[in-house]
């Protein structure tokens, strides 16, 4: 079970999110009413806890403590302005869109900026619920004071959180979720070809755990400079998760290669609904064998292997452990391969390398392991791995470069007139509605834009907001009547969904938003505010809001939603290209660079790309044939994004390792690649004359007469000139979707 719950919340910082605010506001209620507060009074201070709480997202405790202690004096200066510009209508509304766009355009200050703008804007809002004056800010003064002080509490002591510790429960979610795409592998082992709806359940749930193993090595990633105090540790982990998550993934696809009688892609393991491979050498249903017999003792080691990657090799274990270790180690050399078709083979290789991965990971998180049960291939796989960390440790640093937009072009700018724009018509339209709730509709309108990029994304935030606004409406009804006037009961609902608002907002903004109407609803009831006039006018002005910022973003500066792809698309392309030309480069002699950095950008440009692409591929889009077009696209960018990093990592074991060497005829078999990266950016950047893709005799065709079993220059040339062969294959399929022209070049 902490697996599984370490699986499903890497980190645990939702839990952590969500028990931090929630703590935040139980102890600022708790403190308030043995002062003797009132029930608005009340309601001010849960609602300050709260934006104290959420709105700070450093890293660092002690940047945290500062932005909070800056956030005080902004809240009590927000809620002062908003008790006296209360009776003037117009000056109000004009200070209203004057904060709204600071607190937007200070997003470009980083996460402090950010902070402080959210807890202005919020507190603003704040002092309009609970309709302040300018008699009652004493008072309000003090309810802020005690929730941000409490939001301290609960920051540092309640519920504390430091980058080592979050970066510790992000390994083990990793190695949670590694076990568990290793079950879904076993499964699909299991799925007979004759069971085409099991098996392709099997293949979605290897598509969707190996997707989220990457989301988790991704997270790692970001976390380690922050999480480790030693850089030379940060690398060495950088570089074994890596290994792992590759290893894994490329199990997956020699296990998929092992169900087809024809040569599988990668892109069967990124393309949702892909065809299940068949009439590959793994036995149907009753089949007896020497086949039979290997798939038996297969699904035997995914088992033991997804035990290794849970449990460490102890002295407590005993020595069984260390045997499994080391017959799956052993499965590195030929002589140890079970009789089987040379497709079950290479599954049994994967295993292997994969284990060595396993053990790397192992080493790297939990430092030296007992070695007294050692085989000479266990011993070999440690040797190597030794020299691969002496390598990584001895490499030279690179320099990031700094370069970005300017003036209306930046975002932040952008997103910051557009949200004044919109939130001015919102105040407008909103008053027109109701001249006491007309600030709902601005906080959709606010809220729909954050975190969004074009008007596509701005849309389908805005239904969402809408659709989980109007449950939430329905839910309050039942529960208006189960509270009636019971103050306690409805703080303790309040806090049940404030949690579930924070542990639910990563996965589905429909939720999230569903239980903020519902903890409102509860709010209402505590103010003696509640009636279905008010629930229904929430419903009317949560739809303007969306509609004023929909049509504010395709108006003012549009970034339209096909624009927004095309650059992040192009970023991805250019991300892949850096890539692909410094692994060419390291693996044919040239100078060291730091590629696990380059891989980490690129699969960044790319989960923007795959938000980016969500308003084309949401179920209720009309353009089924865009929809289909964009996925697609998106699939082959992962296999390119898999095979770059195979390559990345390969190329990074260079000069130190023992069995890797530079092979100066690897840049002259990826010039082609790098050409036609080149024709595709262009495709993409400018469309007018259709580029050229070429295309011609294959890259691995260089490996003559050899194999995987009897390679014709070494194993590991082989298997970059095999990446490079999926990666030009995955290129070229860019170009009919993208528009390009594929040339066929002889020769």
Not at 185 to 199: H, K, V
Not at 622 to 627: C, E, K, V
């Amino acid at each position: 079970m902490p697996d599984r719950i370490a699986a499903s919340d890497p980190g645990l910082l939702r839990l952590a999110a969500g028990l931090r605010t929630v703590s935040a506001i139980a102890l600022a209620l708790l403190v308030l009413s043995l002062a003797g507060a009132d029930v608005p009074h009340l309601v001010a201070g849960a609602m300050a806890a709260m934006v104290a709480t959420f709105a700070i997202r450093e890293k660092e405790r002690s940047r945290q403590a500062v932005t909070l202690a800056l956030g005080l004096p902004v809240a009590l200066a927000s809620v002062t302005l908003g008790a006296l510009l209360r009776p003037h209508v117009l000056a109000g509304d004009v200070f209203f869109v004057a904060l709204i766009f600071g607190a937007v355009y200070g997003r470009r200050f980083g996460d402090r900026g950010t902070a402080l703008g959210l807890i202005g804007f919020q507190v603003y809002f704040l002092s309009l619920f609970v309709g302040a004056s300018v008699s009652a800010l004493p008072r309000l003064y003090g309810a802020i004071a005690v929730a941000f002080a409490c939001s301290a509490v609960a920051r540092f002591v309640l519920v504390p959180q430091s980058p080592t510790a979050t970066l510790g429960r992000l390994r083990r979610a990793f190695r949670a979720r590694f076990a568990q795409l290793l079950a879904a592998q076993s499964a699909l082992l299991d799925a007979g070809p004759e069971d085409a709806r099991s098996a392709e359940k099997a293949l979605a749930d290897v598509q969707t755990r190996t997707a989220r193993l990457h989301e988790s090595a991704l997270m790692i990633q970001g976390r380690l400079e922050d999480g480790t105090s030693d850089e030379a540790v940060a690398r060495l982990v950088q570089r074994r998760v890596a290994d792992a998550e590759i290893a894994a993934e490329r199990l997956g696809l020699l296990l998929l290669r092992s169900r087809s009688a024809e040569r599988t892609d990668t892109l069967t393991l990124h393309l949702p609904g892909a065809a299940v491979p068949v009439g590959g050498a793994l036995p149907s249903a009753g089949e007896a064998g020497g086949t039979v017999e290997a798939v038996a003792v297969l699904r035997r080691d995914l088992a033991a292997l997804r035990l290794l990657v849970l449990r460490p090799v102890s002295a407590e274990l005993g020595t069984g452990l260390a045997r499994v270790r080391n017959r799956l180690l052993g499965y590195r050399d030929d002589e140890n391969l079970p009789d089987a078709p040379p497709a079950v083979q290479d599954v049994f290789r994967g295993v292997g390398e994969t284990a060595r991965a396993v053990l790397g990971l192992r080493i790297a998180l939990d430092g030296p392991q007992d070695e007294s049960d050692d085989t000479p291939a266990t011993a070999r796989s440690r040797e190597e791995l030794d020299a691969e960390d002496a390598a990584i440790a001895g490499a030279p640093e690179s320099e990031p470069e700094e370069s970005g937009p300017r003036g209306l072009e930046r975002p932040t700018t952008r997103a910051a007139v557009q949200v004044a724009a919109g939130s001015a018509l919102a105040i407008a339209g909103g008053e027109l509605l109701s001249s006491q709730r007309w600030y709902w509709a601005v906080l959709t309108c606010w809220i729909v834009f954050i975190n969004t990029s074009s008007t596509g994304e701005i849309l389908v935030k805005g239904y969402r907001r809408l659709l989980g606004t109007v449950l939430g409406v329905v839910a309050g009804l039942g529960l208006a009547g189960l509270v009636g006037h019971h103050t306690v009961t409805a703080f303790a609902l309040m806090l049940v969904f404030v949690f579930a608002m924070f542990y639910t907002a990563p996965l589905s903004y429909t939720l999230m938003s569903f239980f903020v109407t519902a903890a409102l609803g509860l709010l209402y009831t505590l103010l003696n505010t509640y009636s279905m006039s008010v629930l229904v006018l929430r419903i009317e002005e949560t739809a303007l809001g969306a509609a004023c910022g929909v049509l504010a973003a395709a108006v003012i500066l549009p970034v339209r939603t096909d624009r927004r792809t095309d650059e992040l698309l192009a970023e991805v392309l250019a991300r892949l290209a850096d890539v692909t030309d410094a692994a060419l480069d390291q693996l044919s002699g040239g100078p060291h660079r730091d590629l696990l950095d380059l891989a980490r950008e690129l699969d960044q440009a790319l989960a923007e790309l795959r938000a980016s692409t969500q308003p084309l591929t949401h179920p209720i889009t009309p353009l089924r044939a865009r929809r289909d077009t964009a996925r697609y696209v998106v699939a082959l960018l992962d296999t390119c994004a898999y095979h770059a990093r195979s390559l990345a990592a390969t190329a990074e074991l260079l000069p130190g390792s023992t069995s890797v060497a530079a092979d100066p005829r690897l840049g002259e078999a990826g010039r082609r690649i790098r050409g036609n990266i080149a024709a595709v950016t262009a495709q993409v950047t400018d469309g007018r004359t259709p580029a050229v893709v070429e295309t011609g005799p294959s890259i691995a065709s260089l490996l003559g007469a050899g194999s995987y079993r009897s390679p014709r220059y070494g194993r590991v040339t082989d298997r970059v000139l095999r990446h490079l062969q999926r990666l030009d294959e995955a290129v070229t399929g860019l170009a009919r979707p993208l528009g390009a022209t594929v040339r066929t070049r002889e020769g």
